[in-house]
């Protein structure tokens, strides 16, 4: 805190944010961004003004998303389904290992879907193939 009051002390007409982790009168810890802004009085330091914004609620968020994307990631590189992702332009982003190996991709290529990759990849038991985004046709 002594070294935020500083930076708000030695930072004129600029906003000051930091983070803080402050004890709460019941003892509790409060992670909160602090933002100042120093006051100046016939060119000195007179003081400073801010805001004080608990971060409780964003933290609990951030470690709940981190723990999803982790649970994600678990069931994705573990299902023995071929699971992938393409951009717009049909470009593989993301492919699984199980998608790499039925596909017979190296884990480092990436290639570009089109008609060839279609009719090279269909389902041994089906006439149509596996493969069919809306954004590729027949």
């Given at each position: 805190a002594a070294d935020t009051w500083e930076r708000i002390q030695a930072s004129p007409g600029e906003v000051v944010r930091a983070r803080l982790d402050l004890v709460h009168r019941e003892g509790?810890?409060?992670?909160?961004?602090?933002?100042?802004?120093?006051?100046?009085?016939?060119?000195?330091?007179?003081?400073?003004?801010?805001?004080?914004?608990?971060?409780?609620?964003?933290?609990?968020?951030?470690?709940?998303?981190?723990?999803?994307?982790?649970?994600?990631?678990?069931?994705?590189?573990?299902?023995?389904?071929?699971?992938?992702?393409?951009?717009?332009?049909?470009q593989i982003v993301f492919w699984s290992e199980a998608a790499r190996a039925l596909l017979g991709a190296r884990a480092r290529v990436r290639q570009h879907l089109d008609r060839t990759v279609y009719r090279r990849h269909r389902h041994p038991y089906r006439s149509t193939r596996t493969l069919l985004p809306s954004t590729v046709t027949r």
């Open positions: 509790q810890r409060l992670p909160a961004e602090v933002a100042g802004v120093p006051i100046h009085a016939d060119g000195r330091f007179a003081g400073a003004h801010g805001s004080l914004r608990d971060l409780r609620d964003q933290l609990r968020l951030e470690r709940e998303l981190r723990d999803s994307e982790a649970r994600f990631r678990e069931l994705v590189q573990t299902s023995p389904d071929g699971v992938w992702q393409t951009d717009p332009a049909g």
